[in-house]
C-alpha cells in the first residue's frame, strides 16, 4: 500500500541520520547530492513502488556508477564518439573510414568512444587502438561480439539499458561522427539533432560521415529537407550544425577545428539547479538528457564524473570533457546574459561584425567583450580566457552553433591547432 504523500518525505531526523551515515563512509563531496540520491531511494520506499521499477532504478544508477568510474581517469582528455552500424563487414568502405578517423583522432590527442560492437564500432576502436579506445557495449542475447582486443580490456563498461548506454555516449564527448547504419544508428543521430536543437545540449561538431561516393546520408538530409523542413516540423536551416561529408579529413577537421577558438559558454545566472550554497560546488557542465556535468572546482575541491548532476553556478561546456547541456534541463535562458569564452580576444572591429551578423538572435543589448562576470570570478571560472557577452532570445540558444562557427572563423583567431584542448584541472 502506497504511503500518503504527506508521509513520503525524509523526516528532519532521518535526514540527521542520513547525515551520520555519510560521516561513518568517509563522504565529504558534494554531500547535498549524495543526500538527494538516498531521499530518492528512500521516498521510493516510502511509495510502495513496484519491484520491477525499483530493479530499474538500480540497475540505473548502478550502470551510471560503473560508467562514471571508467571514464574518470581520462576527464582532462579530449573524447569523440563514433555511432554506425553492428552490422558493417571489416572490409567495407565504411568501415575503413570508421578507422581513419579514429586513427587521426587519436594521433592528435583524442580518445574515441564507441558502443564496443562489432562493426563500426570494432574499426572505430581499431583505428583508435587499445590506450585511445573506450567502449560502453549493450547486453543483447543476438548480438555478435567485436574480435578486437578492446572487448577484453578494462576500458569497457556493459549496460543493460539503452538510454544509460545512450547517456554515456554522449556526455563525455565533444564530438560525434555517425555513420551510416540501421534503427540504433539513427536513433542515436536523431538524439543528437534533437538535443542541439533543443538547446538541451551546448554545441558541438557533429559529422555525417559516408563512404567514398556514398549518398546515405545525402539521401537523409533530402528526406529532413523535403518531409521535415518542407512540412513545418523543424526549422529552415536545422541541418547546418552538421557536416555531411564523405571524407574522413574533413570529419576530422570538422571535429577539431570547431574547438579553435570557442573554449566553453556559461549562463549567469544559472537557472539549471545548481548547488550556489554547497562550498564544494564547482561550475556545472551539462549532458545530454537535462542530466548536468560537472566540472572539477577551480580551488583543487575534486572531480565528479561527468555532464550530469550539478554543483556550481552555470552551464560550462570545457573542450576537455564533453557534452553539455546548457541548463542542465531547465535552464530558461530568456534575459539570462551567455558567457562565451575564446582562446584569442575579437577586435572592436569584429565585435561590429559579430553585432552586424547576429543581431537578430539578441533578446537585448548588444554582442560586448567582457571582463569575468561576478558567478565566474567567485569560482574562478576560467578567468584566463577572453570572452564575450550577449543576451540571446529563447528560440536562438539552438542556433549558437552559428556564432561559434563565426567565432572560430575570425581573424584574430588562432592557427587551427593540432593538439587537442587543454584539459582542465
Known sequence: MKADASEASPSTDLRAEIEVLLDAAGVDWQRKLITRIIESGIDLGLDGTSRLDLKISAAALEEMHSAFRLFAPFAGTPKATIFGSARTQAHDPLSLQAERVSRSLAGLGWMVVTGAGPGIMEAAAIGAGPEHSLGVSIRLPFEELPQHAIAHNDRLVSMKYFFTRKLMLVKESLGFVCLPGGFGTMDETFELLTLQQTGKMVPVPIVLLDRPGGDFWRGFERFATQHLEGTGMISPGDLDRVLVTDSADAAVAEITGFWRNYDSLRWVPD????????????????????????????????????????????????????????????????????????????????????????????????????EPLAPERADRDRLELPRIVLTPRRRAVGELFRIIRALNELPSAPALATAPPEPRD
Open 271 to 370: 537557472r539549471g539547479g545548481s548547488e550556489a550554497s554547497d562550498a564544494s560546488g564547482s561550475a556545472a557542465t551539462a549532458a545530454a538528457y537535462g542530466a548536468k556535468r560537472e566540472v572539477p572546482d577551480r580551488g583543487g575541491n575534486g572531480r565528479n564524473g561527468g555532464t550530469s548532476g550539478a554543483g556550481g553556478a552555470g552551464g560550462d561546456a570545457p573542450p576537455q570533457d564533453p557534452v553539455v547541456v546548457a541548463g542542465g534541463g531547465t535552464q530558461d535562458p530568456a534575459g539570462d546574459q551567455l558567457v562565451m569564452r575564446l582562446r584569442s580576444a575579437p577586435t572592436d572591429e569584429e565585435i561590429e561584425s559579430l553585432n552586424e551578423r547576429f543581431g537578430d538572435l539578441l533578446l537585448s543589448g548588444r554582442i560586448e567583450r567582457s
